[in-house]
């Protein structure tokens, strides 16, 4: 597609669910980022994939959160057990060289999960 | 880790006149700026960047400038216009290696008609 698509847009899971948030990146773009968007604040990074491989996972806030991207395309994050607190607008983003990241660094509209 | 700072929060200007958002970065290896333009419920949206080797960028009626010793830059928007009202999110990054960004807490522009 042309631009990073995620899926659902629209996410209200009762608290103890698990949900799973997808993102498909722009096509051939090697780098994917996960960030995580409080209502009022700027994104915050959760986790970096290169290629299938996640090379960072240092801003998942808990062991709740897990990310995968086992072909290297398409990328999942799942959150078990939700907490009020996760609620917020998962965003993806994905650039195109992990040598500079910058080039072609492209947001998805994000997942706003809402934890009731 | 990084740290960015951004001021003001809100900002309100009349129609015509020029807004000035300004960020601090705490880690001197960063060297990658973007600046990003968010409407409710939309994604962000890269409007500018700069990258440290460069002082000043210029696109039309939007501007940034980098100070590296005193580790700040700016978005100068000139002749703003309603369609500006958004909110804007600063960022910095190593750009390779741990390239992930990160953003400032935004300020939310309005533009009065």
């Known amino acids: 597609g042309a631009g990073v698509s995620q899926s659902p847009r629209y996410k209200v899971a009762k608290r103890g669910q698990d949900v799973a948030l997808r993102c498909d990146p722009i096509?051939?773009?090697?780098?994917l980022f996960w960030y995580q968007q409080a209502l009022g604040q700027g994104p915050e990074f959760l986790t970096y994939?290169?290629?299938?491989?996640?090379?960072?996972k240092s801003g998942l806030p808990s062991d709740r959160f897990f990310a995968e991207r086992p072909e290297g395309s398409v990328s999942t994050l799942k959150i078990q057990r939700t907490q009020q607190e996760d609620s917020a607008v998962y965003l993806c983003?994905?650039?195109?060289?992990?040598?500079?990241?910058?080039?072609?660094?492209?947001f998805g509209s994000g997942t706003r999960l809402t934890v009731v | 880790g990084e740290n960015v700072e951004q001021h003001p929060s809100t900002l309100s200007v009349q129609e015509g006149d020029s807004a000035v958002i300004k960020c601090t970065y705490s880690d001197s290896a960063s060297n990658y700026f973007p600046w990003y333009k968010q409407e409710l419920g939309k994604r962000p949206q890269l409007i500018i960047d700069i990258r440290s080797n460069v002082g000043e960028k210029k696109d039309q009626r939007i501007a940034v400038t980098l100070n590296k010793t005193a580790k700040h830059f700016s978005l100068h928007i000139t002749e703003t216009q309603p369609e500006d009202s958004a909110v804007y999110f600063c960022a910095a990054s190593k750009s390779t290696g741990a390239n992930n960004l990160f953003f400032g807490t935004g300020t939310r522009l309005t533009v009065i008609p």
């Open positions: 994939f290169q290629n299938e491989a996640q090379l960072d």
């Open positions: 983003a994905s650039s195109l060289s992990p040598r500079d990241s910058s080039y072609g660094y492209t």
């Open positions: 096509s051939g773009h090697v780098s």
